[in-house]
């Protein structure tokens, strides 16, 4: 019965998407103000019937009901609690549903805290996400529905890949849609605004919470994505430039990109068309996402689901949304006009040298990661783009962004004065090169150490240049020191943001520069009693248990003994687990993580001569690419909680007549 | 200098600056392309001497029930596509998700007349997964073994 009244809700949910997407639109056109209320309240009620489908879902993998072939495909009656649920979008079925469910979440959020949107406005973006929502609504029900019944129940299902079966992973899905789906929102805004053909400093204040909010939570995402494939896939890697992590990188690329050009059009009232752009290309990309995740297209070590007819419905989806709003775009963009001058050396020159040189490195990524889809399709043959070339094209193209990246904050709005910044940022130039020629003599001779060098001068550089921004806005040593800190605190958090998310710049690139050029690894036979000499560390087999019972699995545990210089450091446990539901083996390092570096130690298996087959990596300052990406997300928490976003938000000078004329 | 010509030439700087990062993104592009595209073969196109001799490629199939053979670090096993299998050698790790009749991709370049070695070999998360040629041919055979 719950599964059927899943289903019904979803349904349900179907048609009040269609009526929210259709009649407070016509309200809108023609200003009837009747109309234009049933947005809300629909948005609401669209969101309470996605949830109860998601949670008539849930409860079906909680009761271990079997009759659900969905359930029965991906769950097992003696799984734990804890992935019974997490179960639920751990499959394609589940996760569409939770994709509906967020994108219904994010529009309700508008229903319910966007009073202070005008009317208009509000009501566009509001039948405009329903459109979404309608679509995808639609996928669900005819091509992925979890509510299907199976004739006869089996006993017992197929379980979950016990890949998947990890905290980590279980809260990645839904933080990862959470970004993903939130820039929706401003999708919707976008196309709103070209309805209205009105873009101005306002609009971009209005968007800019919810773009931010999903980029927090995409970063959050990609970074703990990139997390768990450190620490659970076993072999240290933690970026593969795999096509599902493009997937997810290049709404990130784009997100990215769409938060400093809106910075742009409410401060200077300029860049309208290409904010505007930006916000219909990061969606974009997102459902292009979806699409090659989704579909299967491409061969990648995520996809866990292909089905044609699935990626068709989307492809075509990702045709009519791009092509639509692409054609509204053309044709509304000319009225756009930017009324301001625009200086080539100011803040916002700056900012759109890092939005073009964002959108060229956005660009290499898109193309390595469709290349293969158009050379399949024009019988090149079946070609596979490599790490190599995304590390050959997109990190040069990031580079000037690093580097201009404190120079722009220390210029002025406007017009900006390069030499004076030039001038204060002399500091950081030193620090840079300093410690660039000290890593370069410690490094001497081994390879690629001018690279090293290189990479730690450019994230010296930005984290100072931050910091010398930083006490450039609190008047630092030319005032008095309590003054400053008087500043300090009372700088608006959208700077201490920017500053935080920068800095989170700085450490991605010492931990990405850390871990590539700098890690020794180990691959060997070992048995008991034997030591590996690494970086330092001694690492010493001391024993294997094999056949410990776990629930749903028998796992080995290896112990090593870790000393440096004969002080003991520490004890590694790594374990292989062996699941007998799906038959599955997953690996489980053990990893003993400092600031500067970690000890990765992995237990492979065994050899047929009684040793143990073992790998053993240092990899220096890689935790640093993590506290990084977290860094990005507080930084834009911290601009999201900024008072302007809270109180007093800007009222459009015509504030009484909110509808403007629309063709 | 008017403010027409000086908006003007702003504008220029601009467009400048956009065809440099362009150019600049092309030709960094084009260079990575021709050195690391890699080209997809099944066992039987390599057969044929489809794949190329002297630069990497990929080969993907099935691991052929019954022709996995370790020795210590070094592992010996086939990949098939069903018609023809080549006999592959890697020395490394195997990623967990390796097994018998699961789908697998190996990334290296003829060693020998009949042998692949790989510096890589991937698995695949999902147990359904084959590659597009193989599908008719695949099922009949996962429904015989």
New interface residues.
């Given amino acids: 019965m719950v599964a059927e009244t899943g289903h019904f809700a979803l349904i349900l949910a179907l048609l009040v998407a269609l009526v929210q997407a259709t009649v407070p639109l016509i309200g809108a056109q023609r200003r009837d103000a009747a109309l234009m209320a049933v947005a809300g309240p629909a948005a609401i009620v669209q969101f309470l019937l996605a949830a109860a489908a998601f949670f008539a879902l849930m409860y079906c993998y909680v009761t271990s009901d079997f009759s659900v072939l969905n359930v029965a495909q991906n769950s097992y009656s003696n799984k734990p609690l804890f992935y019974k649920i997490t179960g639920v979008w751990g499959d394609h079925e589940g996760s569409m549903l939770l994709w509906e469910l967020i994108l219904t979440g994010y529009a309700a959020a508008v229903a319910l805290f966007g009073g202070k949107l005008p009317q208009g406005l509000r009501t566009r973006a509001l039948a405009v996400q329903s459109m979404v929502s309608f679509s995808f609504l639609l996928f669900i029900l005819l091509t992925s529905n979890p509510f299907l019944r199976l004739v006869p129940a089996p006993l017992n299902g197929q379980g979950l ?1 016990p ?1 998947l079966e990890d905290p980590g992973l279980a809260f990645h899905p839904p933080i990862l849609y959470l970004g993903y789906v939130g820039f929706s929102m401003a999708f919707s805004f976008a196309i709103a605004a070209l309805i209205e053909g009105k873009v101005d400093a306002a609009w971009a204040h209005w968007i800019r919470p919810w773009s931010l909010a999903a980029w927090c939570f995409l970063t959050l995402g990609i970074t703990g994505g990139s997390w768990w494939a450190y620490y659970t ?2 072999w240290g890697g933690w970026w593969y430039w795999d096509p599902t992590e493009n997937a997810s990188f290049m709404p990130w690329l784009a997100g990215t990109a769409l938060l400093h050009a809106a910075t742009v059009v409410e401060k200077r009232g300029t860049m309208k068309a290409w904010t505007v752009l930006l916000a219909i290309i990061t969606f974009s990309l997102s459902l292009l996402g979806t699409f090659l995740v989704r579909s299967g297209v491409l ?1 990648s ?6 089905d044609p007819q699935r990626g068709v419905y989307i492809l075509t989806l990702l045709g009519v949304v791009i092509g639509g709003s692409l054609a509204l775009f053309g044709l509304r963009a000319p009225s756009l006009k930017s009324g301001a ?4 050396v100011s803040r916002e020159g700056g900012l ?2 890092g939005n ?2 964002l959108s ?2 956005l ?2 990524v898109l ?1 390595g990661t469709l ?1 293969p889809l158009f050379a399949d399709a024009l019988n090149l ?6 790490p ?2 995304f590390n ?2 997109f990190v ?2 990031m580079i000037p962004v690093c580097i201009a990246m404190p120079v722009g904050a220390l210029l002025a709005w406007k017009r900006g004065n390069l030499q004076l910044a030039l001038k204060r940022l002399l500091p950081a130039f030193l620090v840079a090169a300093a410690l660039a020629v000290c890593v370069a003599l410690l490094m001497a001779g081994q390879g690629r150490f001018i690279t090293a060098a290189a990479a730690v001068a450019l994230a010296a550089w930005i984290l100072v240049g931050m910091l010398t921004g930083l006490a450039q806005q609190i008047h630092f040593r030319e005032v008095p020191f309590k003054t400053s800190l008087q500043r300090l605190l009372k700088l608006p958090r959208t700077f201490h943001g920017m500053t935080v998310a920068h800095i989170g710049m700085a450490c991605v690139i010492l931990g990405i520069t850390g871990s590539t050029l700098g890690r020794v690894q180990n ?3 070992m048995h008991i009693g034997d030591t590996v000499h690494i970086s330092g560390f001694d690492v010493t087999l001391k024993k294997v248990r094999d056949d410990i019972k776990g629930p749903g699995y028998t796992f080995s545990r290896g112990t090593f003994d870790v000393s440096s210089h004969g002080k003991p450091v520490t004890v590694m446990y790594p374990e292989k687990k062996h699941f007998t539901v ?1 038959p ?4 489980h390092a053990a990893i003993r993580t400092t600031l500067l570096g970690d000890l990765y130690v ?1 237990l ?2 065994h ?3 009684g ?1 143990y ?1 073992t ?1 053993i990596y240092y990899d220096p300052f890689v935790v640093w690419i993590f506290l990084g990406g977290g860094l990005f997300a507080a930084g834009g928490l911290l601009s999201i909680t900024d008072r302007r976003h809270r109180v007093g938000a800007p009222q459009r000078n015509n504030e009484a007549a909110p509808e403007r004329k629309t063709s | 200098m008017s403010l027409l010509t000086r908006k003007h030439k702003r504008r220029g700087a601009f467009l400048a600056v956009i065809l440099i990062a362009l150019a600049a993104a092309t030709f960094l592009m084009l260079r990575a392309f021709n050195e690391n595209l890699l080209f997809y073969f099944l066992p039987t196109q390599v057969k044929e001497g489809q794949a190329p001799k002297n630069h990497d490629f990929r080969m993907g199939g099935l691991v052929l029930k019954g022709s996995i053979k370790k020795d210590g670090l070094t592992v010996h096993f086939e990949v098939t596509d069903l018609h023809n299998s080549i006999p592959v050698v890697y020395k490394g790790i195997l990623p967990d998700l390796f097994h018998e009749n699961r789908g697998v991709i190996v990334e290296g370049r003829m060693t020998g007349p009949d042998l692949f070695t790989a510096d890589q070999v991937l698995a695949k998360h999902d147990a359904k997964y084959q590659p597009p040629e193989m599908t008719p041919a695949m099922k009949k055979y996962m429904q015989t073994h």
């Fill in positions: 890949n890949l896939l076993g061969t070590v995520h996809s866990f689901a292909t001058l625009f200086a080539p759109l040298f073009v040189f060229a490195a660009g290499t193309l290349y043959g079946k070609v596979s783009v490599g190599p070339f050959a094209t040069p193209i691959i060997q036979i799906p599955e083996d997953t690996t992995v492979a298996g050899d047929a001569k040793g087959i790998r």
